[in-house]
């Protein structure tokens, strides 16, 4: 624990010190800022704001997470910095988990700052404290550490560009899933049992997608929450696990 | 004691290090020599346990380095690694103390960064370091531990005269207060200098292991090698 906990320190150092991230960052903070002009042209519509500010949120958060997670483990093999470590008493399980927690610290507290904002404007503009886009903005940070789990997996094994690329169609199916498995049911047969199978195996991200229902001002019930919750963890536990099998067997 | 047997590593059809075998005695001063390429480096990684060997074994103290308890009192220097360099050296330095068991103050940190010569720049991020600096400080590292065995790979490159003579005496030093020293290194006359045992290893095999001076037959080391290696070029 103790291992994870310095490697996990070093990993938020180092990635909240770079100068890239300060710029993706100020871009997400300017997008939101964006908010209040689009609050005038949008004569105050609430919906039309806290949909604009969530999805900046969103967008940043994952080009954040992609910025820092896709070569982590990938960056250290390559430039021996892991020697370092390894040749200490560390696991190589310890480097996963620690790099995962890390890395989940420093884009956690980016998209907070980002939600610093989001809050702000929308109770600059009257909407008062939304409590809602709290909730959603957490339930993105859960899909972001689920993102992260999925860019260190594919980074213990492959190179920095096809652990972006592996991971962004992860991302873009697992948003798709639902409607995809919805026409299946439609078409029915063999294809509806195929997807059926995939839905098993593929994350289904829009279960975290809480956007839509929070700016009509609609929640999910504690007890939903709590699956979410469930399944995330669940998976996220299940990809660090595998990407340290694989990291395992990784000639350095 | 640090015992390697029969070790062989190949990468794809290349034998790297081929039916490897020393025997490093505590309290010795060990330098690995080869050409470039001759598998110093591999047999180093795998002597600390961040390769596995095809075939063979190695126990430091009877423990086998993938021990994580036998890592406590190893101390490895890669070659020419990077750091993590946005990270202050006393950040980094505090980090590598703080995956060990044994509690360290950062008064001891401190201490370890005075002997390396790097104390002035404890604060200054690693990527303003020279090659020179950022040598000490990997030397560094591998004995913020107190390590009873210490690995290093090619530690005095890059580094001016003057830092080859400092590391030159921390490591007669360490060797006096009974640390083992294993180093791998191309730079002869600094071995010579160091080491009271000797391996030498040629396009993964072994050609000799044993004391400096019966190797070199009252030749300088440099020469010898020379000698020794062009023979074995045109068997």
Redesign the interface.
Known sequence: M??IL?IS??TF??AI??KILYAILAFGILFGLLNLFLAKLALGDMVMIKSFGLAGIYIFGIVITIFLGASIIYKEIE???L?????????RSNIIVGKFFGLFAAVAFTTLLMALIYLAVIAYEGGGFDYLGLLAISFQMLEEAFFIAILIFFSSFSAPLTSTISALSLLFIGHLLDVVIKSAEQIGGVLHQIFMFLSVILPNLEKFNLRNLVVHNLSISFETALIVLGYALLYIILLLFCGTLLFKKR?? | MIEISNFKKS?GNEVVVDNVSLLIKKGSIFGFLGQNGAGKTTTM?MA????NPDSGDVTIDGKRPTD??S??K???M?E?????D??TGL?FIS??G????KKMTEKHYEKILKNVGIYEARNK?IRVYSKGMKQRL?FA?AIV?DPEYI?LDEPLDGLDPLGRREIKEIIKTLNKEGRTIFFNSHILYDTEELCNEIGIIHKGKLLYAGNTKEFCEGKPLEEQFIIKITEKLFL
Request: glycine residues 6%.
């Open positions: 103790k291992n310095a320190k070093i150092k180092e010190r770079d430039k021996k910095t020697y370092f470590v390894l040749s200490k008493p560390v696991s000639e350095l | 990468y990684k600390v346990g961040i390769t994580e308890s890592r406590e190893i101390g490895f890669p020419s690694a990077y750091f993590y946005r990270l950040e980090f590598c703080e995956l060990f068991k991020p990997g590292q531990n690995f």
